[in-house]
């Protein structure tokens, strides 16, 4: 749908460049567009600046062009950032507003404490009509600096619809193949994953690896485009195992393909659980063992696993008393983090400190849908997590790091 955006400042064959780039954002665009004029501005990813020096000539150098930030030292500080770009300024004063777009901007938070506060209040400090926008996928709140900063305008994107992804979807149409078909097969891969995963690009990466499979049966003849229902039995399970992929990527397309192929041709398609392992860094394994430990676990049973023993249990018989039914088909518990942090750092092999990273770690565990967390996040009381993985996914990550978690579980004793 174009001709949505109109204003005055903008041609309106850019306003339709935008509307055909970002669908099904007009409201957002918008208003974006109602409150910026002309945009000569840096963008600066903070996943290639990984040091403020990066930041700094980038800036200069969008601004003032190369030989601006030529004569930067080679680790500028802050003020001899401020003070090189007043100096710019006085040679080349804006005509509208410049803007600093920051993309991926929750890695400022790996920065030094004072480059975010700064940026929020870089008007003042270069007495110029420059703007800071910051773009992240998490809320403002989950890095706003401790120290006292400037409070940012908010403008929220909300996840798109299941409407709006059929829409933008539907528009990758293969060209082999027509639009209706296409937009059948987004339908189909919708309704398998738009439970599980809202995220565009990880649908659009799943819709482009499973249309080949999704095709077969119409490239050896057996079928009619407009036998959907057939097309469908025929994805269906393919479709069900990819869900095991959302979000982790353990395996390349041409893998998955050739995954596919071993299958068809008789052969045993191992599951993907044995690899969706691959991806994590090496402390979240031991924290999803001890996330699972912790679900399926009874939590007076600790003490007899874990303490004094540094992962070794002793060979005794543990009875269980008054237990009726498998922890396992009750399904998984929900514990406290100190409780998930107590039985980590008993089962790790190596002595870890309790730093920020293993907190991230817990962040991005839940984020990957691994790990789910049930208390709210304005409670007083500590958070609560439960594992939402199978025992063969977990089996699979444990064999990667040498640790038998069979050896721990209080069902299998």
């Given at each position: 749908?174009?001709?949505?955006?109109?204003?005055?400042?903008?041609?309106?064959?850019?306003?339709?460049?935008?509307?055909?780039?970002?669908?099904?954002?007009?409201?957002?665009?918008?208003?974006?567009?109602?409150?910026?004029?002309?945009?000569?501005?840096?963008?600066?990813?903070?996943?290639?600046?990984?040091?403020?020096?990066?930041?700094?000539?980038?800036?200069?150098?969008?601004?003032?062009?190369?030989?601006?930030?030529?004569?930067?030292?080679?680790?500028?500080?802050?003020?001899?950032?401020?003070?090189?770009?007043?100096?710019?300024?006085?040679?080349?004063?804006?005509?509208?507003?410049?803007?600093?777009?920051?993309?991926?901007?929750?890695?400022?938070?790996?920065?030094?404490?004072?480059?975010?506060?700064?940026?929020?209040?870089?008007?003042?400090?270069?007495?110029?009509?420059?703007?800071?926008?910051?773009?992240?996928?998490?809320?403002?709140?989950?890095?706003?600096?401790?120290?006292?900063?400037?409070?940012?305008?908010?403008?929220?994107?909300?996840?798109y619809s299941k409407g709006e992804l059929q829409q933008i979807l539907s528009t990758d149409s293969h060209p082999s193949y027509s639009a209706e078909l296409y937009s059948s097969y987004i339908n189909i891969l919708l309704g398998v994953f738009y439970s599980v995963c809202r995220d565009l690009r990880e649908l659009r990466h799943l819709a482009a690896l499973n249309f080949n499979?999704?095709?077969?049966?119409?490239?050896?003849?057996?079928?009619?485009?407009?036998?959907?229902?057939?097309?469908?039995?025929?994805?269906?399970?393919?479709?069900?195992?990819?869900?095991?992929?959302?979000?982790?990527?353990?395996?390349?397309?041409?893998?998955?393909?050739?995954?596919?192929?071993?299958?068809?041709?008789?052969?045993?398609?191992?599951?993907?659980?044995?690899?969706?392992?691959?991806?994590?860094?090496?402390?979240?394994?031991?924290?999803?063992?001890?996330?699972?430990?912790?679900?399926?676990?009874?939590?007076?049973?600790?003490?007899?696993?874990?303490?004094?023993?540094h992962g070794k249990i002793r060979k005794t018989n543990f009875l269980k008393k008054n237990e009726k039914t498998s922890n396992h088909l009750l399904g998984p518990k929900p514990f406290a983090l100190d409780r998930l942090l107590a039985i980590f750092y008993s089962v790790v092999d190596s002595r870890v400190a309790p730093t920020a990273s293993i907190f991230s770690q817990i962040?991005?565990?839940?984020?990957?849908?691994?790990?789910?967390?049930?208390?709210?996040?304005?409670?007083?009381?500590?958070?609560?997590?439960?594992?939402?993985?199978?025992?063969?996914?977990?089996?699979?990550?444990?064999?990667?790091?040498?640790?038998?978690?069979?050896?721990?579980?209080?069902?299998?004793?």
């Open positions: 749908m174009t001709g949505v955006l109109h204003h005055p400042g903008y041609a309106d064959e850019k306003l339709q460049r935008v509307e055909q780039l970002i669908p099904c954002r007009e409201l957002q665009a918008g208003m974006l567009v109602s409150l910026m004029g002309q945009l000569p501005h840096a963008a600066v990813s903070c996943v290639e600046c990984v040091s403020a020096a990066l930041l700094y000539e980038r800036v200069l150098t969008s601004f003032f062009g190369r030989s601006a930030a030529s004569f930067l030292p080679r680790s500028p500080s802050l003020s001899e950032f401020v003070r090189l770009y007043r100096h710019q300024r006085s040679q080349s004063p804006a005509e509208q507003t410049r803007y600093i777009v920051m993309e991926k901007a929750e890695l400022l938070r790996d920065a030094d404490a004072n480059l975010l506060p700064a940026l929020l209040r870089l008007q003042e400090l270069v007495d110029d009509n420059i703007t800071v926008i910051l773009l992240s996928e998490i809320v403002w709140e989950k890095f706003r600096p401790n120290t006292g900063c400037f409070e940012p305008l908010l403008l929220h994107f909300p996840d499979k999704f095709c077969e049966p119409l490239t050896e003849g057996k079928v009619k485009e407009t036998e959907t229902h057939k097309l469908w039995r025929n994805i269906e399970p393919h479709l069900k195992k990819a869900m095991q992929t959302v979000y982790i990527r353990e395996v390349s397309s041409l893998q998955w393909e050739q995954m596919q192929q071993t299958e068809d041709e008789g052969g045993a398609l191992r599951g993907l659980s044995a690899h969706t392992h691959v991806e994590l860094p090496y402390y979240s394994k031991f924290l999803l063992i001890a996330a699972y430990l912790a679900s399926y676990n009874p939590a007076r049973t600790d003490k007899r696993f874990f303490v004094k023993h962040s991005s565990l839940v984020t990957l849908q691994l790990l789910t967390q049930i208390s709210h996040t304005d409670q007083l009381d500590a958070p609560k997590y439960k594992c939402s993985i199978s025992l063969d996914f977990i089996s699979a990550v444990s064999r990667t790091v040498n640790f038998d978690i069979v050896k721990y579980l209080y069902d299998f004793l």
